[in-house]
């Protein structure tokens, strides 16, 4: 399973959240620590049966508070880690994430959302966390985040979610949902040989010179790991390029917490994804992302059967926000609506990156997404 | 108080009690006393003269007490004194 | 005289010394003897991996020459487990405080000890919140006087080794920061040790503790301390109390028993066989 061969028996029926474990284990991820929690569980469950044939350790933590701390230890100690959770379990982590943000330790933590808030319906998908998956910890930071909209989007984007987390030093969620997790699609497996795996940078200068925060241009440190013999201290207090806490200097803050910010921001460009679809002359554009992002492409595919100028505008990467993307696409239609299964989050975004133009937010909340007929009806009123 | 033995030990010219000396990184210590009180040979006394924290560190009292138990260099949080064996090759 | 250097120098991070610990404040002596016992055992100091939570202790792993971190309240046990599974080569001790360890990081104590992990735990036991200015804790005496206990402490305390012992820690002792021998033995035994191993070390804060109970200084409360300990070796540790008339002091568990980490070699040996 493991070594995908090129041909059929590179073809795989399988779950969403299998396709996430596949993913991780393709990227080198060999160490999991997690909780069990619906809809992920299948997800710790994957990593339990798949770690230990690749020589890697999974581990059921007391709490997810524990997980998300395991996973900074073991990806301090050199091995690219993961958890998943869902809601109540990401609530749980947010302080950790943090730390992960503050430390700059790659890891991924993937969040199968469901309803909530609170206990909510866990066996029901949702899209109310993608905010807090931005906002969640407390300080000022930044993260990136992905939204799959297919059990291949498990497989893949778990890949690009290690790849990006090492280039970067930086947790990067996954934010898929409770359908995108538990459907079974066919999910090409590549093999592993044509995989691109990107490891953190090394770092050249020597053990004694070694500062563990010590960016290079591109903004990122290189990142030695435990036991290697840099023998260097990291701590989740504001500190200088070699880890030594400072609590009192405003100029440490001002320059670790606006590099943090600008790690990301600065470098969104090579990071953003989005998949466009019939939007070059488009007059209406629909702007969605996971499982509503399916529906929402058959309402345009629908749409323009019936001679409406619409086209989709699917959002891979939620953060950093495609902001760019959004408003040029914005400044040629004449209306953007915004599906999503929550009370109005990324439509927020959308409507800032939007500026002038009308957008229309479509809530749904429960155990379906938007019918494609009702995303279909949501472009129609727009064309009054 | 010496220790109070029925007969001098059989090798007592073999071995002997080991001397010590005391060094002590004034600027280090905080004053927090340990050493002082604690040196089982009362090796130590309070110095009148201030460091650089405004704390009278130790000074020795009577270094030819000092058994090299190392005790102070134990007990001391601040890595301010240490004991190192006296080279007692021409008699102490 | 002044130009030797520390024979402990090597273990302690250049620069970063003196430390921010108050006079008399017992994590200096902890930090002493851990320096010790790794300078005894002659251990690779590059595979050594210290780490610390929130609190005056929680900083010590800014001051050990070693890979370390600081991680965030109550955490570094599951922290130290992410490191100590993913590289099983390196040796892992976790320093920290009481409230961090039995209060918010209580839940990973219990378990860490139950999968018996290869770390060593040692906890500064200064009975209350010190960096925070001194509230209490769950090792805070009954009675006592905190910043948010005015009326004196209601609330009954943990029994650290019992609490060690019976979540099934192979190796648990208590002693006193003046036992500075016996404490940097504990914890050389405890360093060579399979399995996971907790020493509490009964430790002066002086500043707070012990103004606000009448022991103000650190020669107070170590005298104290040496008027009161008891050693008692391999006693029942749900008897070893700490009152202001005694405390109990010794070795109270040391048995053989599968750590996690061997368990888990033998698992994997075994799933690399397996058909999935």
Known sequence: MDEGKVGLSSRRFMMGDIACVEGAIAAGCRFFAGYPITPATEIAEGMARRLPQVGGVYIQMEDEIGSMAAIIGASYAGVKSMTATSG???????????LAVMTETPCVVVNVMR????????????QQDVMQAR?????????????????????????????????????????ADEIVGHMWERVKIPPT????????????????????????????????????????????????????????????????????????RKNSDKILRVEKTTLEDAEVAVVAYGIV??????????????????GLLRLVTLWPFPDKEVAKVARKVKAVVVPEMNCGQIVREVERAAKETSVFFLSKLGEEPHKPSEILEAIRRTQK | MPVRTWRKPLDAEKIKVPKGEVHIIKNRCKGCGFCIEFCPKEVLEESEELNERGVHPPKVKDESRCALCSFCTAVCPDFAIFTVEKNCEGGC | MEELEHPYEKFLRRGRIPHIWCEGCGN????????????????????????????????????????????????????????????????VVVISGDGDLFAIGGNHFIHAARRNMDLQVICANNFVYGMTGGQHGPTTPLDAWTTTTPYGNIEHTFNLVHLAAACGAVYVARWTALHVRRLTESIKKALQKEGFSFIEVVSPCPELFGRYNRMETGIKMMQWFKEVSEVRHFSDPAKAEITPQKIVVGEFVDIEKPSYSRLLKEMAEKAKTQEQ
Not at chain 1, 200 to 228: C, H, I, N, Q
């Open chain 3, 28 to 91: 200096g002596i902890i930090l002493s003897c851990f320096a010790q016992a790794l300078n005894d055992l002659n251990m690779d100091l590059d595979k050594v991996v210290v780490v610390s939570g929130i609190g005056c202790i929680g900083r010590v792993s800014g001051y050990t020459n070693t890979d370390s971190y600081h991680t965030t309240h109550g955490r570094p046990i599951a922290f130290a487990t992410g490191v100590k599974l993913a590289n099983p080569e390196l040796k």
């Open chain 1, 88 to 98: 109540p379990g990401f609530s749980l982590m947010m302080e950790n994430i943090g």
């Open chain 1, 135 to 175: 906002w969640g910890s407390h300080g000022d930071y930044e993260i990136i985040a992905l939204a799959p909209s297919s059990v291949q989007e498990m497989f893949d984007l778990t890949v690009e979610a290690f790849n990006l987390s090492e280039t970067y030093r930086v947790p990067v969620m996954v934010l």
């Open chain 1, 193 to 264: 040989q044509s995989i691109e795996v990107v490891n953190r940078k090394k770092p050249t200068a020597s053990t004694k010179d070694y500062a563990p925060f010590k960016p290079d241009d591109d903004l990122v440190p290189p990142m030695g790991f435990f036991g290697e013999g840099y023998n260097f201290h990291a701590t989740g207090l504001t500190h200088d390029e070699r880890g030594h806490p400072q609590t009192e200097s405003a100029e440490a803050q001002q320059k670790l917490v606006q590099r943090l910010c600008d790690k990301i």
């Open chain 1, 293 to 310: 992002a399916r529906a929402s492409l058959s309402a345009v595919v629908k749409a323009r059967a019936a001679g409406i100028k619409a």
């Open chain 1, 115 to 126: 309803g909530g808030p609170s206990t909510g319906q866990p066996t029901m998908p949702g």
